[in-house]
């Protein structure tokens, strides 16, 4: 299923310390923002379409990230996709590189970007332009109020509605 289509489903991080800094930037130059999204870190995308969504998928989720304590990140750096995304790097990487991996392991026909990527890089997407001057100009206005201190509590179902766009389906804690 395409990522932006009536239906399709990702599980996120929400990451909504970044909003104050970052989501004008986001909401005007990544398409995802353009779409309703919020600042996240993405786990799986594209995951089981909105329709096949059951109970029992439900459960499994809440199994797992029971699994998984609430925990603390720091946005502390840019990084850039030679894709052209400008991204801001979560320290440390291992929580969400551990969630995505449990995921992979209950859900293997879910690989995260249809298993595009051989790494999982998590990130915070704040810009996709291919436009150096515009990103640069990004970087100078929100590097000066770096590090973000975020708090990972819950994971988030997110689904592409009718209308095309993002909206929370499901939040689940973590712990």
């Known amino acids: 299923m395409p990522l932006e289509e009536p239906g399709s489903t990702a599980i996120v991080v929400l990451t909504p310390e970044v909003e104050p800094l970052g989501d004008a930037f986001y909401r005007e130059h990544s398409n995802a923002g353009r779409d309703g999204m919020t600042p996240h870190v993405t786990l799986i995308v594209p995951f089981v379409p909105a329709g096949a969504i059951s109970e029992d998928i439900d459960q499994r989720l809440r199994r797992l990230f029971e699994r998984f304590e609430p925990?603390?990140?720091?946005?502390?750096?840019?990084?850039?996709?030679?894709?052209?995304v400008l991204y801001l790097a979560?320290?440390?990487?291992?929580?969400?590189?551990?969630?995505?991996?449990?995921?992979?392991?209950?859900f293997p026909g879910y690989p995260p970007y249809e298993g595009i990527h051989d790494e999982v890089i998590p990130h915070v997407t704040i810009a996709e332009r291919d436009d150096p001057e515009l990103l640069g100009r990004i970087r100078a206005e929100v590097e000066p109020r770096l590090p973000i201190h975020c708090r990972a509590r819950a994971v988030t179902l997110v689904e592409c509605g009718p209308d095309l766009r993002w909206r929370p389906r499901t939040s689940i804690p973590l712990g």
């Open 71 to 84: 925990f603390d990140y720091d946005l502390r750096r840019f990084e850039y996709f030679e894709s052209g």
């Open 90 to 106: 979560p320290e440390p990487t291992r929580p969400f590189i551990d969630l995505v991996a449990a995921l992979i392991a209950e």
